[in-house]
């Protein structure tokens, strides 16, 4: 011990100084030379090229960003982790203190050519240029992705549609032989971390993603892919209080100016104003509607509202005209026929004419004995046979005036009981046109 100090303090010192470098993470590195290689990270790191590489994904979803209606492009945001093995890299965890986890650049490996055949812009995801390499050769890479997609969009049950949309990742150029691509986690276990990281924006809500995997063949070779089908559903509360419910005001209240009695000139005025203020309303929400290649049912609800508007329009001058009829000509027999007693029967509307005679007698009997008693009354000198004549004349003149009145009145009640079955009969179209449009639109809401 005396002889060879230097020797003997050099071997008690070795193994501390070996123990404290082989505690650092560039230590690990350092034995692992192949990161020198320059060809490393461009080789498919197997030892046997018969051998795939089995690469693992596992997709969360954490927000929908916007989902384009007319260009059928949707915008999200969530975090992929891919895993591979590196058979080339591996260590002793016990020499190295331990460590059987480190980080690397991403440029210093290999690493899987995957994409998102979907996407349709190029991608603006964050940078995280690292990853962890295991001490089994696992790698695993954390990265967040931004991914502008397409989607094949249905607005038919707008604005309480659902939309699926498809993210494929796969491998662009090795083929199944040489990458597998398989899903880390079902769709349940999927839908559940996603639902519980998923950050509500805007009109969507996530219902759930679907997983699968399967093979692509083109051109004699096949690809191996993993699929999310993401389903979200709208949020149509800002759509039912700022359209639908408006909307739906404005048909009730025409519908209910169809009780304005038909001779007076304001329900033609007060239906005008209604069509106005709903042609409005469309104008101005006109920006609330997708716009899309499909035409929603709501679209078609409106639409068909704004047509019996309109018409109901037509019927209320078509009625002024009748009523207007009665100053020059009777009700055509057809029409008697027709309307008045067919129509009317199936309408249920009782069309005889109950006329107050009595009262019409005694008021024109009132009105024009007073003008023409003053006219042919008895002067002094005349004989008993011209009053007698006077007298006669004036009944005979009374009787005439009555039969015209009552003809009159006759004529103008039956054109009034001909408008009155007609508009009651555009009201019951009416009612049965937007309740069959309400009940259909409801159904395929609900469907």
């Known amino acids: 011990m005396t002889k060879f100090p230097g020797i003997f303090v050099i071997c008690i010192l070795a193994p501390v100084m070996t123990y404290s470098e082989s505690c650092g993470f560039y230590d690990v590195i350092k034995n692992l030379t192949i990161l020198t290689d320059p060809l490393f990270h461009d080789v498919r790191p197997v030892k046997d090229t018969r051998d795939s590489t089995v690469v693992t994904l596992d997709f969360t979803l954490y927000a929908v960003l916007d ?5 059928q492009t949707l915008k999200t945001f969530g975090w992929l982790d891919i895993k591979w093995e590196n058979q080339y890299l591996t260590w002793d965890p016990t020499q190295f203190c331990g460590i059987s986890k480190i980080s690397v650049g991403t440029s210093s490996v290999w690493r899987p050519d995957l994409f998102v055949y979907e996407m349709t812009d190029e991608d603006k995801s964050p940078s995280v240029d690292f990853l962890y390499v295991l001490n089994d050769g696992q790698n695993i890479r954390l990265k967040p992705m931004m991914i502008v997609s397409t989607c094949g969009i249905d607005t038919f049950k707008f604005p309480f549609d659902t939309q699926t949309c498809s993210l494929t990742f796969g491998s662009f150029m090795h083929p199944v032989g040489e990458i597998v691509v398989r ?3 079902n769709s349940s276990v999927t839908t559940k971390v996603s639902k519980e990281a998923f950050a509500s924006k805007g009109d969507w809500s996530l219902v759930r993603i679907d997983v699968e995997s399967h093979n692509y063949s083109h ?21 039912v209080v700022n359209l639908i419910i408006p909307a739906c005001f404005l048909v009730m209240v025409d519908l ?12 033609l005025g007060f239906k005008i104003t209604v069509v106005l203020g709903f042609s409005v309303l469309l104008l101005i929400l006109n920006d609330l509607l997708p716009s899309s290649q499909g035409t929603p049912i709501l ?6 509202c704004l047509i019996v508007m309109i018409t109901s329009i037509v019927d209320a001058i078509f009625i ?3 009523l207007q009829q009665s100053e020059y000509r009777s009700v055509p027999r057809w029409v008697r ?15 005889k004419v109950t006329n107050d005679d009595d009262k019409n007698e005694e008021m024109y009997s009132t009105r024009d004995t007073a003008l023409q008693t003053s006219t042919f009354a008895s002067k002094e000198g005349d004989s008993t046979e011209a009053e007698v004549l006077k007298r006669i004349l004036l009944e005979m003149l009374k009787i005439r005036q009555m039969m015209n009145t009552t003809k009159k009145e006759e004529r103008k009640s039956e054109w009034f009981m001909v408008a009155f079955v ?14 069959t449009m309400l009940c259909v639109v409801l159904i395929v809401w609900s469907g």
């Open 67 to 71: 989902l384009d209606m007319k260009f």
């Open 183 to 185: 899903a880390e986690e």
């Open 219 to 239: 051109r004699g070779s096949e690809w191996s892919q993993v699929v999310y089908k993401i389903t979200i559903e709208r949020t149509p509360s800002h759509y």
């Open 256 to 267: 209910a100016s169809m009780f304005i009695p038909m001779n007076s000139g304001e329900r």
């Open 299 to 304: 679209d078609v609800f409106c639409m068909v």
């Open 320 to 322: 002024s005209y009748l």
């Open 337 to 351: 026929i027709v309307v008045l007693k067919h129509l009317a029967r199936i309408l249920a509307i009782n069309t």
């Open 422 to 435: 007609l508009d009651r009969f555009f009201l019951v179209l009416y009612v049965l046109t937007v309740l």
